[in-house]
Structures are given as structure tokens and as C-alpha cells.
């Protein structure tokens, strides 16, 4: 096998539904302040029984049911997430424990928003070295933890849930080549420190960052996996804020691609975010199978990452 592709995709989002307005009764705020600045109208919020390790489960569980596999096939699990309060065991081998797994590698990384992409290319390259044949790969936030809902720059922002998706060993190579790294200097531009956080960041900073880097950063995405960004047919940036992903889709030139735009629904989920809006945009039938789509997270570290796939 010469490459990696993702066969099937799955998410998972709590039931409670946190709408502006009601955070309008939590915190100095409105709808109309909410939706102008970063074009969220509602997110979902976990219980507080609900931890990472069972939204992930329930996430991986539908991607995995979706790609028709027998569970013991899965010989990796790569988590993404930044969330998780216990230190070990870590969320891939709750996971692998809780879907009733053989004996993969299970392991989890964090870079915060970009931790899916990154997440990805590990897959991809296990895969690609033989080292593994079927991974699962998980994005996770539970991001209401960490919060403080007196600080309306960052609680109007912060969603919880759970995206993932199965990758599987192929002839071609349908996940592209990763284009990842970090800018040390801006390290704690968004920061959850110590036991109990909370969720921090120099929003101005990243935003500007964000609006004047990431376009060439995406091109050169797309120029790695050999496209043109009018040859994408979809775009799933990390849903941080509607006012950064729609410049820069622009900016980036696909003018031929679906945008996701899950953030106005589910909010800032940080890792699980390109997950759960390419999950639902597949289940939407919103992008044709085997259309190229770029996949792009940033955030805490500063990282980025990413890479362009082929849509199952």
C-alpha cells in the first residue's frame, strides 16, 4: 500500500443546547454581540456526567458502524484533544476499552485546535510506514470545563462534542501530504494552565494571525497535494470564529468548494471541530465522494496543520 484514505466519518454532540440569549442571562452579552463579532448563534454543552473518553466512544463508535469494519480490524487510535482532566490512562485506551477493541496503539496528542490534522498525518504516515493497516481518528473537546462563564470574551466562543473518523490502508493516496508547524513566539496566545484553567487567549492576536498567515500557509497545502485551491471541492477549516473562516476562504481562492460553517451551530470545539463540521457535511451529501477537500486547524501552541483529503 502506498497511501491512507478515510473510509467513513462520525460525530457526537450533547443534547443541551446553549443559545446566545441565554448567555445573555449568564454574562454582559447579546445575540446581536455574539453574532456580529464571531457568527456563533448556539453550541452545544456537555452534562457534567458527560466526560471526553464517552463522547469520543460515542463518536468513533458511528464512524466505525459507518465503515462497516469489524472492530478488531483497528490496530491504532489517535486522540486529539486538550480537555482531558485525567492524566492516564489517556482517551485513546478508554476508547479503544470502551468500543471492546483487540490491541491497537492507542495514543493521544494535544495541539489544542490543530490536534485533529496533526492527528490525521500520524495515522496517514503509521499507515503509510505499515506500521498500521486501520486507524481510528478522534477529535474531542470538552471545553465547558474549562471555562469561566463570567469572562464573555471566551464563554460566548467554547462548544463541547466529538468527531472521528476511520482510516484505512490504500493503493492511492487519498490523505495528502500534512504542511504543519508552530509560531513559538505567540506559545501562549491561547492557554488553559494549571488544575482547573481556565480556557485563556489573546484573541486579537490570533485573530490577526490567522487572517494574514493562514491563507499562504493553506495554499501551500493545496500545492503539496498537487491542486489548485478552484479544485477544491470543499473546505473545512478549525471553527474558531465565522469572521476568520469566511475571509479566509475567500482569500484562499476556492471558489468552487463547499465552506463549512459549523461554528455558527456548535461553536468553537477546538480539536473536534474539523471533525464534526466535515462529519456533517458528509452526511449531508453536501460534498461529492472522492472530491478534494482541504482540512486546516490552528489554535493553541500556536500550531497549524494541514492537509487535503478525498471525500468518502
Request: hydrophobic content about 45%; proline content about 4%; glycine content about 8%.
Amino acid at each position: 500500500m502506498t497511501g491512507s484514505r478515510v473510509v467513513a466519518l462520525g460525530h457526537y454532540q450533547p443534547e443541551r443546547v446553549l443559545t446566545n440569549d441565554e448567555l445573555a442571562t449568564m454574562v454582559e452579552t447579546s445575540d446581536e454581540w455574539i453574532q456580529s463579532r464571531v457568527g456563533i448563534r448556539e453550541r452545544r454543552i456537555a452534562a457534567p456526567d458527560e466526560s471526553v473518553d464517552e463522547m469520543a466512544w460515542r463518536a468513533a463508535d458511528k464512524a466505525v458502524a459507518n465503515a462497516g469494519l469489524d472492530k478488531d480490524e483497528i490496530d491504532y487510535v489517535v486522540v486529539a484533544t486538550c480537555t482531558a482532566i485525567d492524566r492516564s490512562p489517556n482517551i485513546a485506551a478508554r476508547v479503544a476499552a470502551r468500543l471492546g477493541l483487540g490491541n491497537p496503539a492507542a495514543i493521544d496528542v494535544n495541539t489544542a485546535c490543530s490536534g485533529f490534522a496533526y492527528a490525521l498525518a500520524m495515522a496517514d504516515q503509521a499507515i503509510r510506514a505499515g506500521d498500521a493497516t486501520k486507524a481510528l481518528v478522534i477529535g474531542v473537546e470538552k471545553l465547558s470545563d474549562w471555562t469561566d462563564w463570567t469572562d464573555r470574551t471566551t464563554c460566548v466562543l467554547i462548544g463541547d462534542g466529538a468527531g472521528a473518523a476511520v482510516v484505512v490502508a490504500s493503493d492511492e493516496r487519498e490523505v495528502g501530504p500534512v504542511v504543519w508547524g508552530s509560531v513559538p513566539e505567540m506559545s501562549d496566545a491561547v492557554r488553559i494552565e494549571g488544575r482547573e484553567g481556565p480556557f485563556q487567549q489573546e484573541g486579537l492576536s490570533v485573530f490577526r494571525w490567522a487572517t494574514t498567515q493562514l491563507p499562504e500557509i493553506a495554499q501551500q497545502v493545496c500545492a503539496k497535494a498537487g491542486l489548485k485551491p478552484e479544485d477544491l471541492g470543499g473546505v473545512v477549516l478549525h471553527q474558531a470564529n465565522l469572521r476568520i473562516i469566511e475571509p479566509l476562504a475567500k482569500r484562499l481562492g476556492a471558489t468552487n468548494a463547499v465552506i463549512a460553517k459549523d461554528v455558527v451551530e456548535s461553536g468553537n470545539t477546538s480539536a473536534a471541530s474539523i471533525p464534526i463540521a466535515l462529519s456533517k457535511l458528509v452526511e449531508r451529501r453536501e460534498i461529492p465522494s472522492g472530491a478534494p477537500v482541504l482540512l486546516f486547524g490552528f489554535g493553541g501552541g500556536l500550531s497549524y496543520a494541514g492537509q487535503v483529503i478525498r471525500c468518502p
